[in-house]
């Protein structure tokens, strides 16, 4: 199933518009605790059951497993190259895009329930104009890499 892709709040912030101490501070209080409903594989993530993907449901493992603690650092480069959803001050972003080392676009969301716990999954070619658009954003933010 596509999910919808011309969504106002699925947008990353102008570059350069957090500090360096909110990003320290959304590290602080972050957490990735990623969700069965996401993995084909449950790795090191401690699932009980251990998973349980949904076929309407993007895996982020569909290409490779993906463990928790690259999981966890993909999150956090993400809010350093600044790669987040606009949010309300003393929030947190909704959603924290990054790309890994294959180039492939990872997109980590939270509900408002559980505010700072956030899931992955892997921006798949069912939206490649998101995709493009994040991987746009992330060579300007990040041209190493």
Known sequence: MKRQGNRPDRRVIPAGSVSPEEVARLNSLIRYTGSGLHKLHP???????????RPSKSPCDELRPVLLDEATNLVRRGLEM??????????????????????VVYEAKTKAEREVDYHGYRIGDDESEMRNYLLDQWRRRCPKG
């Open 82 to 103: 600044g790669m987040m959803s606009a949010y309300p001050p003393g929030s947190v972003p909704k959603y924290i895009w990054a790309v890994d080392s294959d180039r």
């Open 43 to 53: 790795g090191d993530y401690g699932f009980i059951p251990s998973h349980n993907p």
